[in-house]
């Protein structure tokens, strides 16, 4: 019995020292950027992203994102130039279609304040599907 106390007691000074160590150290990885967390929160949602890109047009076989392109801006809404509603922050995020080098697109998300990442149910097209023809950017119809 003394034996057994003695091993449990030895673990848990070995545990409590361990803890201690990896607090005084710290983690080896550095903490993820904003928005290294809202480009990869994007990509465990990029089937649904994707889904709704094809629902605009029933043309688009697939998607390719520019993870690169992520930007979150302030917006404040107005109408006709006038401020209206309060300001929001809006991710937005550009993509290609059907692999197609000469095309584009973006798509928006509400961004939450609290969390930083953006509301999934909330994306929006703000730059049609358009593809590079005859110098100028046409709808992909």
């Given at each position: 019995?003394?034996?057994?106390?003695n091993?449990i007691?030895?673990?848990?000074?070995?545990?409590?020292l361990?803890?201690?160590?990896?607090?005084?150290?710290?983690?080896?990885l550095?903490p993820?950027s904003?928005?290294?967390?809202?480009?990869?929160?994007?990509?465990?949602?990029?089937?649904?992203?994707?889904?709704?890109?094809k629902?605009?047009?029933?043309?688009?076989?697939?998607?390719?994102?520019?993870?690169?392109?992520?930007?979150?801006?302030?917006?404040?809404?107005?109408?006709?130039?006038?401020?209206?509603?309060?300001?929001?922050?809006?991710?937005?995020?550009?993509?290609?279609?059907?692999?197609?080098?000469?095309?584009?697109?973006?798509?928006?998300?509400?961004?939450?304040?609290?969390?930083?990442?953006?509301?999934?149910?909330?994306?929006n097209?703000?730059?049609?599907?358009?593809?590079?023809?005859?110098?100028?950017?046409d709808?992909y119809?």
């Amino acid at each position: 019995m003394n034996k057994l106390f003695n091993i449990i007691l030895g673990l848990g000074f070995l545990l409590i020292l361990g803890a201690g160590i990896y607090q005084l150290v710290g983690p080896i990885l550095p903490p993820l950027s904003t928005r290294d967390k809202q480009i990869a929160y994007l990509k465990e949602h990029e089937q649904e992203m994707t889904d709704y890109v094809k629902s605009q047009n029933p043309k688009v076989e697939s998607v390719q994102w520019d993870w690169d392109s992520v930007i979150v801006e302030e917006i404040q809404p107005d109408a006709g130039g006038i401020p209206i509603g309060k300001k929001y922050n809006q991710l937005d995020i550009k993509g290609k279609f059907n692999n197609i080098n000469d095309s584009k697109f973006t798509v928006s998300f509400e961004v939450d304040k609290k969390k930083s990442l953006p509301y999934i149910n909330t994306v929006n097209i703000t730059q049609d599907l358009r593809i590079l023809k005859n110098g100028g950017w046409d709808l992909y119809e």
